[in-house]
């Protein structure tokens, strides 16, 4: 049911779905998700929740947040994706993705991929 609400884009639906499931988590992101000002956005952020990934990445781009969607490939291991989307679209966080790719990086063992 909480996925269908993903479908529709009800998010009222979608909390007492939550509710019921007993996820605590979905329910405070949702809630987080609630301060972004396009629904798009929040249903994103309940697909996510819910492991409905490619829809997030539909809805982060119908309503054109590509910051969250840099965050959300960031997020999902995805950093080809990440550096791609912060060099055409989210030009403000592009020193921040090859910073926090370089942090993967390193935490991989590859030093020297992540000094160049």
């Not at 929740?49 to 490619?54: A, K, R, S, T």
């Not at 982060?60 to 994706?81: T, V």
């Not at 989210?90 to 000094?115: C, F, P, Q, V």
Request: proline share 2%.
């Amino acid at each position: 049911m909480a996925r269908m609400c993903v479908k529709t884009r009800r998010l009222d639906v979608a909390r007492v779905c939550l509710g019921n499931m007993g996820n605590a988590r979905a329910a405070k992101a949702l809630k987080e998700a609630e301060a972004q000002p396009e629904p798009e956005a929040q249903v994103a952020m309940l697909a996510i929740q819910l492991g409905m990934l490619e829809d997030a990445e539909k809805l982060y781009k119908s309503c054109q947040r590509y910051d969250l969607l840099n965050n959300f490939y960031q997020a999902s291991g995805q950093w080809q994706q990440a550096l791609e989307t912060a060099e055409t679209h989210d030009r403000i966080h592009l020193r921040t993705t090859y910073y926090n790719y370089a942090k993967y990086l390193e935490s991989m063992g590859d030093k020297t991929r992540a000094l160049t």
